[in-house]
């Protein structure tokens, strides 16, 4: 197909795929001519996967090649190209380096002994390691261990959820699109438990105080 | 206390600390004199709580402002409170009008289904739901249902970790302490579970591919 179907099919302008071209995100078609060329269904499944990666996951253009990069090369070991895929979509918690390190300290004491009580086998490159003990640096500092004391509560929960998400993108068979459902999935992801436990909050804190709540508006 | 101890006793700035007052933050001290007044234990935990609010929460001073203003109102219950104060922690998933709004309506269905088997009790003016159905809508868009397929295993590990988080906050007792609870332990959990989940992510990662690695790498 030329590029004006490839667009259509896709979804994508004409003038994104150009760009997309140039940046090396997307091969270059078949060459038909001095100013045309030939796509195929590799070229729509591929620009997909870099407006997913773009629009969802918030990758930058160099972070796209890089996970585009490690999905080609057959060399990269599936569980590799997944934690570089990972690596782009975690925030990192930003380290104040003014404040105490005791409590950082403590921190990440407290999340390698859970780390180690559950068997967990993970790297310390994984930046979610460094978020985790700023968070956890965070309420100790706020003088307060709530959160730290809810940190097995957490991990059991998103062990549980990890466990399926990770089976499902895996079932897909294919290394690009699951690499591509683990990048989609995980973003996605966050917003979707960020808001079912807000709504779960709701619930819970209705349950609890809702027969109280008439009795205080009455005071 | 002189506006000095106060600063030393709570770490923040003489400057914040007017910044505060002037902005109904701070309720003013005793006035001991033209230019003088005198501070108490209350103002100490009271700039605990903004400073928690803001550095913490992200809130801007006028949601701070909101927020203490229920905390303070004993005529408005605690539920009403803590759901004031949830709603400034609930980061809104931009809507495209643009966007097909079938993708919108099966997302709205799909959760409403959720909500009504789960038994929840939740307002549909908990921005938390437009989220939801803004992530699973943009799912569907993306012609992928595997996350959609995973709403009942999140809803389930959210509700579990809900129960424990309200019971924990509601438990501190004090009005006060436990809408700063609620606003600070959203907030850093949203961060903590993402970057749990991560490192889960990779655990099950390795334990699916782990083997397959080595093989994939000799290809």
Known sequence: M???ELSRRSGVSVASIKYYLREGLLPSGERTGPNQAAYDDGHV???RMV???IDVGGLSVAATR???AAVDDPQVPLHEALGRAQATTTPRHAENAEDDDEARAGAERALADLVARRGWEVSPQNPAWGTAVEVLATYTRLGDDDLAGQLE???GAME???RREVAAVVDRGDRARTVEGAVVGTVLGDSLLAALRRLAQEHCSHELL???AGADAQD
């Open 2 to 4: 030329r590029v004006g």
């Open 45 to 47: 499944r591929r620009l």
């Open 51 to 53: 407006r997913a990666l």
């Open 66 to 68: 890089d996970v585009l």
């Open 153 to 155: 509560l957490y991990a």
């Open 160 to 162: 549980g959820v990890a």
């Open 210 to 212: 809702g027969g109280r």
